[in-house]
Nanobody, 127 residues
Framework: QLQLAESGGVLVQPGGSLRVSCAASGGTLANFGIAWFRQAPGKEREVVSCISRSGDYTNYADSVKGRFTISRDNAKNSVYLQMNSLKPEDTAIYYC????????????????????WGQGTQVSVSS
């Protein structure tokens, strides 16, 4: 059973940068498409970004395009989300999720595609 554990969430000032990580155990992450989702207080969970098994196909929500970068290191069984130019509206719990994916260069933005979820890490952006 694949297990995911997020880390790295902290309080940062607007305009700051932060990298959150997702470490997998109990399975080989290279077999899965990975996505980051987030949920802000009082709002529905939304997709932030996804990355294919190969790592060379990525997709971003319009709200984070140009500021966030998703990456993966299959050898380390880990996925990362580098967040720059953070805004107060980026405040949320960030979740990583994994989807069994047969295609090497594809990832889904649809939450229903993801079978495995981490517990989340809190990112707060405030002065």
């Amino acid at each position: 059973q694949l297990q995911l554990a997020e880390s790295g969430g902290v309080l940062v000032q607007p305009g700051g940068s932060l990298r959150v990580s997702c470490a997998a155990s109990g399975g080989t992450l290279a077999n899965f498409g990975i996505a980051w989702f987030r949920q802000a207080p009082g709002k529905e969970r939304e997709v932030v970004s996804c990355i294919s098994r190969s790592g060379d196909y990525t997709n971003y929500a319009d709200s984070v395009k140009g500021r966030f970068t998703i990456s993966r290191d299959n050898a380390k069984n880990s996925v990362y989300l580098q967040m720059n130019s953070l805004k107060p509206e980026d405040t949320a719990i960030y979740y990583c999720a994994a989807a069994r994916e047969g295609r090497w260069r594809w990832c889904s933005r649809d939450q229903s595609s993801y079978q495995y979820w981490g517990q989340g890490t809190q990112v707060s952006v405030s002065s």
